[in-house]
């Protein structure tokens, strides 16, 4: 397309031949709609064999049932945390080329996986015991060599995809606008609802092709669903506008902070100094040149005399001339400090969701899986949040955010804080109703005197459908609305990377789930003869006092979260304006 003059081009923005991108030509829903599609697809893929493989490796792997949780709980951990890596290339390189590598290498682990479960010889034999206290000989040597390289290939990948193509969608957007804001607003919430129709594809469909026709046609399915979701990609190429890479995040955060610890170290002028200087007349006539400026650079300078530490990074070092930090830059990391505590906030969150894909599949296997004549796969649990987020979203985006709007009068009507609150307080609610069904579950396989027994428990798997609600319910008000927030608060040069952060909290919640699990066994085990959470018949577990352990923490990480929250401003109701005149601002010479 000829770039002539009359075009109304986007600052800041190419398209994927790297020339600028037009207004009208460029972005909007119907490039956020190509994003959505794959994420339906990308997720499918992931889903299929994440929310189903605790039970392959116990089954066909041979591992322990606490020891396929720990493998899952990692694998997944190591794919959320591995977006932040994602969220770093594409703040460097660009959403667009991250998005396409990180799907090229899920799709060569996924192969990897399928061929592995397609050819016997190259995984272990199917144990044949049927006493549950006895233990099966666990894959090794290339077997297990080739499993992992499969799973951590796939983990490698998502990371990518998480880190790039949630940023990649909001981007089409014009936030400078109410409606573009709006938009961007709604593209979140449909985020969610298409993550899942991903899961609701994966786990009902997918699982049951693994559970009744082999895992082979279950790692082909994602394989096929992969692939498929990059020819989607790129035909959107041609309406994507791509944000134009303004160097490494990693490397401001970096510099400023050596810069202030430099400074703190060597000091020249004592970081009042500098604001004050800053607060002359002189100074502040550079950004105050027009009517109204003067309230907008008060704010600025307030909000400057926040985490002194950071601030002195401002102070020129002669000794260090490298080390020079625009307060443009460091307000950029004030900002990402900020947002931390946020972020850690929600990792005993997702720590409970990581309950979903281990222990609350296992306890389903143990029950009575039938609805009617039909046989429902345990790890097809996760249908009922997701079939609730399906209903929800829409809802939420609908009905729900216009009538907060019309009654608080403001462009957001819920805040991203609030709705991430409503997420952390269902979660402890779900760790209350799972302790009392595994209770339940225990009592009923007592009184049937199926302790020992791989018979079905005489009780329905639909009671412990009543935690994946509360779960899942949990799991979208805090997950958009952390994506909304990381993206909308964070500087336009850390986008991606702050917007991994959503996905980061996943990781760590996933990596503190095997930690408390092992620190519960550790400590169980010197006091009883057998831990809680320990041996390969889940009927021994004591599954229901860990369970009123997460409901305690989770409580306790809600009081510390609402102590952030109260405290936090936000920054960003006009994202460009304020950060702008930041660059008008001079250091201290």
Known sequence: ???????????????????????????????ASFVLVVEILENLAYLANASNLVLYLSKFMNFSPSASANIVTNFMGTSFFLALLGGFSSDFFSTYYIYIISATIEFMGLLMLTLQACIPSLRQPICASVNRNAPCKEVGGGHI?????????????????????????AEQFDENTPQGRKHRSSFFNYYIFCLACGALIAVTLVVWIEDNKGWQWGFGISTVAILSSIVIFLLGSRTYRIKVPTGSPMTTIFKVLVAAFSNSL??????????????TPQNTTEISEEEGHGEQNTEIQTEMKDLKFIGKATVENTAYPSLHCTVKQVQDVKIVVQVVPIFMSTVMLNCCLAQLSTFSVQQAATMNTYIGALKVPPASLPIFPVIFTMILAPVYNHIIIPFARAVTKSEMGITHLQRIGMGLFLSVVAMAVAALVEMKRKRVAEQSGLMNSTEPLPITFLWVALQYLFLGSADLFSLAGLMEFFFTEAPLSMRSLTTALSWASLAMGYYLSSVIVSIVNHITGRFQQTPWLYGSNLNHYHLERFYWLMCILSGLN????????????????????????????PSEA
């Open 1 to 31: 397309m000829d770039h002539e003059q009359g075009f109304t081009m986007w600052e800041g923005y190419v398209d994927w031949r790297n020339r600028a991108a037009i207004k009208g030509c460029h972005g909007g829903a119907v490039a």
């Open 145 to 169: 060599a080739m499993l992992f390289s499969g799973l951590y290939l796939v983990a490698l990948g998502v990371g990518g995809i998480k880190g790039s193509l949630p940023s990649h969608g």
């Open 266 to 279: 060597f000091p020249k002028n004592s970081i009042g100094n500098v604001l004050d200087t800053r607060e």
């Open 558 to 585: 809600f009081f510390h979260y609402l102590l952030w929250a109260t405290r936090y401003k936000y920054r960003s109701t006009k994202p460009d304006d304020k950060r702008d005149q930041l660059d008008n601002i």
